[in-house]
């Protein structure tokens, strides 16, 4: 298994402003997962965290708009740039453990 | 890229009946799909995976079906308690590299006592 936490937990920011959140794992992994859950929807993956090299990310989300750093194998943050309120989401990162993936708590955001 | 399908976005039964959620997937068939539960404020939490190879799994008081003909899993929940209301997601693997997914919108149980 694998124990995340994430900060903060919860934040109201104004528009235009940039939120970096913080996802600690218990143990090294290889890859971290950030996901974004928008009100009502499921889950949809942003990007991969890989450690000493570039995030990969999906299609619909670039690197200017979510910045990511991994500086070591338990530890990564996710930065929301020039937030708009489309940007109101539930934001997680993960980890697999064989095919089994542990998720964070979240960050819900709220983008005034 | 892979679309899934949950049956119903809410489901309310009674307490001790079985809850039965569907999950149908297009496109091709994944070596696994993955079942979760979410409660309100958390983040998912993995229940079952079954294996492409594997006609049905078990844990406790939930059994997955998975059929890669239809293209369909089943996940039962027996003997249904007020406890297990909750939202559950079906997920599928989404490449190659381990731990990427794609989830389905999830069906919403409720279970009244």
């Known amino acids: 298994s694998a124990v995340i936490s994430q900060k903060p937990s919860r934040d109201i920011c104004q528009r235009g402003t940039s939120l970096t959140i913080q996802c600690q794992v218990d143990?090294?992994?290889?890859?971290m997962f950030w996901y974004r859950q928008q009100p009502g929807q499921s889950l949809t993956l942003i990007a991969t965290?890989?450690?000493?090299?570039?995030?990969?990310?999906e299609s619909g989300f670039v690197i200017d708009k979510f910045p990511i750093s991994r500086p070591n194998l338990t530890f990564s943050t996710l930065t929301v740039s020039n937030m708009s309120p489309e940007d109101s989401s539930i934001y997680l990162c993960?980890?697999?453990?064989?095919?089994?993936?542990?998720f964070g708590p979240g960050t819900r955001l709220t983008v005034l | 890229s892979q679309k899934i399908e949950q049956n119903s976005e809410a489901l309310n039964i009674q307490e001790g009946k079985t809850a039965t959620l569907t999950c149908n997937y297009t496109?091709?068939?994944?070596?696994?799909l993955q079942w979760y539960r979410q409660d309100p404020g958390r983040g998912p939490v993995f229940l079952l995976l079954?294996?492409?190879?594997?006609k049905e799994k078990r844990k406790e008081r939930l059994k997955v079906t998975f059929d890669t003909t239809l293209k369909q899993s089943l996940f039962h929940i027996t003997a249904s308690q007020p406890a297990d209301s909750a939202t559950y997601l079906c997920?599928?693997?989404?490449?190659?590299?381990?731990?990427?997914?794609?989830f389905g919108d999830g069906t919403t149980l409720t279970v009244k006592p």
């Open positions: 993960s980890v697999d453990r064989e095919h089994e993936q542990f």
């Open positions: 143990s090294q992994v290889t890859m």
């Open positions: 965290a890989n450690q000493g090299s570039e995030a990969t990310y």
């Open positions: 496109n091709y068939s994944p070596a696994y």
């Open positions: 079954i294996r492409e190879n594997e």
């Open positions: 997920a599928l693997p989404s490449g190659r590299a381990a731990g990427k997914s794609t």
